[in-house]
């Protein structure tokens, strides 16, 4: 197996939600806007909804990035020992690459919805 193998797939997008979510951990976004957070309209009518929803939505990214990653690095390991063409190969590469960019962010919007209607009901 190839080095870029081990590099770029389902662990390369844990490594970028981990890094996205320490980011926005480390640095929330101060004043609600269009560009940098947690954008979701019915979150955006108040500073209190929208800080708690960055900062909720921070932390389980993290949480995602990091079993995203290790998920990643199992699926590149059974890659490697798989007895099958590179084309058959890469294509499994690239549907978990797909499955693991889409699960987490859906992931992030559905627990951070639940979590906020919780806290403030129905908005």
Do not use: C
Request: glycine share 10%.
């Amino acid at each position: 197996m190839r080095m870029e193998q081990w590099i770029i797939g389902p662990q390369l997008t844990g490594i970028i939600l981990l890094i996205l979510g320490l980011v926005m951990s480390r640095f929330p976004p101060k004043q609600i806007n269009g560009y940098y957070g947690y954008r979701m309209p019915s979150f955006m009518k108040n500073q209190q909804t929208w800080d708690e929803a960055n900062r909720y939505s921070a932390t389980y990214m993290v949480k995602a990035g990091l079993v995203t990653t290790i998920i990643g690095i199992v699926i590149a390991g059974l890659l490697a020992t798989m007895q099958t063409t590179d084309d058959i190969r890469a294509g499994l590469s690239i549907g978990s690459m797909t499955v693991s960019g889409l699960l987490p962010a859906v992931f992030v919007i559905v627990a951070t919805e639940k979590h906020l209607t919780k806290i403030f009901g129905d908005r």
